[in-house]
DNA sequence: CACAGATTGACAGCATACTTACAATATGGA
DNA sequence: TCCATATTGTAAGTATGCTGTCAATCTGTG
């Protein structure tokens, strides 16, 4: 009996969209981590480092739009990314302001190397589902972190950041 | 030309699942805060306190596994509770390490007021999809996160914990 | 040109989320 | 009973993720 009312009112978090989202990050995140273990490297880190190797020169603030990163954190993890010699931060000659950010050597091939590993992670991440199951969820989320974009405090401007740099490459 | 090829390398990032349950865990929680705002209460806070008020003198150790969450950080989440006069901390008689957990009833008054904003928040999430659709991505997310469970560094053992209140309630 | 307003990076502060380590306490087997 | 082992809460350390604030710098308008 006691169970059975536990179990009803403890629906009111477990069936919830947002503690699965919760649950869900946790559990993609604590995979990433495990499989990169030998690299030593973080979701949001890995995600830093494509975005500098796309757009090379690009500074912190635009960096945090591509990546949908807040820009606060994004200093602190551009410093651990600096530490570790994937990155470079050089001065910008046209706003003094900015510092650019590229990647270096040793950066472009940890990136090339710790691949396999991502991608393994990614498709653990979605393994226990049926395929056509997993193409599903991907396109159901895709479709509504798109539509609940400016909900974030931090939404995605890939294009916005695209254009500025523009000028400056 | 340039921009082709940025964004088809931003996809190594974009289109994998790890980066959407990530931007999608950011949205839940910034639309949570924002529609509890008057109760200044995050996401977490109030799993706890609904895990709470369903197991009365729970030890913050079940509590962990019941909401699947970490031990470590649940201290210093208790803490906040305590501080804000919604949880007491009561030393077990049996076991003279735990502390049992108990709702206060202003902590209960907050559950209940805050009960409306937190269903708006949950709906929201889901909005921009077709209710259909809603149903479906519910359905695919609950699976998954119910088959990854052992892949987080703190499943859920909600049957585990309740086994063992049992026996001092 | 001057100056109001915006932008940039840095910092401080709060809240998850995790790791390891530790002291106090409990438990089960010799 | 004694003692190896496990559990509990706590703390220190790292890494996101967010809010503010601030000084330096840039930009657009008058």
Redesign the interface.
Known sequence: M??R???L??D?????????????????????IEECSEYELT??Q??AL??I???PGIDATRLSA???FDRSTLGNVIERLEAKQYVERKPSFEDRRTKLLYLTRSGAALLRDVMPA?DR??A???Q??KPA?RK???A??????D??NE????P?R?EDA?EHL?KS?
Do not use: C, E, W
């Not at 477990?14 to 989202?21: I, S």
């Not at 159901?140 to 972190?145: F, M, Y």
């Not at 909900?151 to 931090?154: D, M």
């Open positions: 006691r169970n009312i536990s179990t009112n403890m009111a978090v477990y069936t919830k969209p947002g503690y699965l989202f919760r649950r869900m990050q946790q559990i993609a995140v604590s995979i990433f979701p949001v890995f995600a494509v975005a190797q796309t757009h591509v990546i949908a991502v992670a990614q653990r991440m979605l226990p589902l199951d599903l969820l991907m159901l989320l895709t479709q509504l972190v539509l609940n909900a974030s405090r931090v995605l890939a695209l523009g490459n």
